[in-house]
Each structure stands twice: as structure tokens, then as C-alpha cells.
């Protein structure tokens, strides 16, 4: 699990001249450890930190998440109401190759063609020439080479 690193992230860590891995990899430990959430947690794969911490308090989480206070662990300080407005904007998405959530994309259908040896020494072989995949997680598609519906 991972911060999906998207302008507003990229603006928060730029101004407090942090590392974006260690910012990334704060913002989970502490989902994962004050949040109880799995680190496979599907449920809240490409959702804000603002929805996260709705999801938290609806699971009746152990430690109750206040934005403030998650901000405060992150950067060291309290944050104006821009800076606020662009942490709970922030986005957590899963470490797969899903450009949605971070799921992981799974070949659905392929365009295939057929390979023909013109000596007629090997037998003809098909070659994936694009694919559809979907993301198990969110059902996100995408085209991958040339695939055609």
C-alpha cells in the first residue's frame, strides 16, 4: 500500500522538503498500526485520506483518526486549512499496476496472431499482440498493445 503520488502530494512533500517514499511509507504505517487496517486493504484502495478516515470510524477503529492529529504525525506541525484541504485529497492506492487503486490488472482478452514459419519447419504459433485488462480490485480496463473490441 502505498500514497498515490498525484500533484497535491507532490505540493505537500515540496513544501516541507521531505522524501515522497518517506511520506508515503508514514502515512501507511500509520494506517496500518493506529488504523488497524490490513496491508492488503482492499476496502480502502484508491480512496482519499479524507474517505479513509470515514471508513475508520464506521469500522469503530480502536484509535479514533482526527485529520489534524494524522497530519501533525506525518509533517511535525499543524497544518493551515489549504494544507488540510490538500492532505485529506491525498490517495491510497494498493502496489499493483491498477492506475485507479493500485490493484492488480488482470488479462480478461487478447489479440492474438498467428505466426506461420514460410519454410514450414516450425508450427504456427499465436503471438499476444494486445490485450484488456481489468483491475480485480476496482474493475478499472484498460488496453495494453493493439487490442481491438
Known sequence: MRVAKT??????????GLIQETVSD???KYLLEDGD?????HDIWGQTIDSVIEIAEQ????VKFNQVGFFFNIFKTFPDDLEMELFESLVVIGDHDCPECGGEMITIDSNLETIMDSNGVQEPYD???GELKECSN???QTEVGA???
Not at 500533484?7 to 516541507?16: A, H, N, Q, R
Not at 469500522?59 to 480502536?62: I, T
Open 138 to 140: 476496482c474493475g478499472h
Open 147 to 149: 487490442y481491438f473490441d
Open 7 to 16: 500533484k497535491e502530494f507532490k505540493t505537500l512533500v515540496d513544501k516541507y
Open 59 to 62: 469500522l469503530n477503529c480502536s
Open 127 to 129: 503471438r499476444i499482440i
Open 37 to 41: 487496517f490490513e496491508e492488503d486493504g
Open 26 to 28: 508514514s502515512i501507511v
